[in-house]
């Protein structure tokens, strides 16, 4: 069983930066692929970034690939998304998610493990 617990949601304006941040429990972090999907109101949950545990190969969504960075340390059990040039369209719930030996898939159901989500919300 893994626990994770987003933070770094906020409130910014348009052209602004946020990061989060997703604390993972467990002793086995390195072995998992973490990802961010970001779900806005009446809408579908979406893919936004990934990274894969050992490579630490990443993956982009079109909609934040230049804007948005992931990254990962391991020492920490955390995963980081760095948002910048922030946009209203940006303004969604974000979820931090885990898969075992993942291999940084972009659709909602490789994912077992989810957090609590945080919101990220950009004026204009």
């Known amino acids: 069983q893994v626990q994770l617990v987003e933070s770094g949601g906020g409130l910014v304006q348009a052209g602004g930066s946020l990061r989060l941040s997703c604390v993972a429990s467990g002793r086995t972090f390195s072995t998992y692929a973490m990802a961010w999907f970001r779900q806005a109101p009446g809408k579908e949950r979406e893919f936004v970034s990934s990274?894969?545990?050992?490579?630490?190969?990443?993956y982009y969504s079109d909609s934040v690939k230049g804007r948005f960075t992931i990254s990962r340390d391991n020492a920490k059990n955390t995963v980081y998304l760095q948002m910048s040039s922030l946009k209203p369209d940006d303004t969604a719930v974000y979820y931090c998610a885990a898969q075992l030996y993942g291999r940084g898939a972009d659709y909602a159901s490789a994912y077992i493990y989810w957090g609590q989500g945080t919101q990220v919300t950009v004026s204009s």
């Open positions: 990274i894969i545990g050992n490579s630490g190969s990443k």
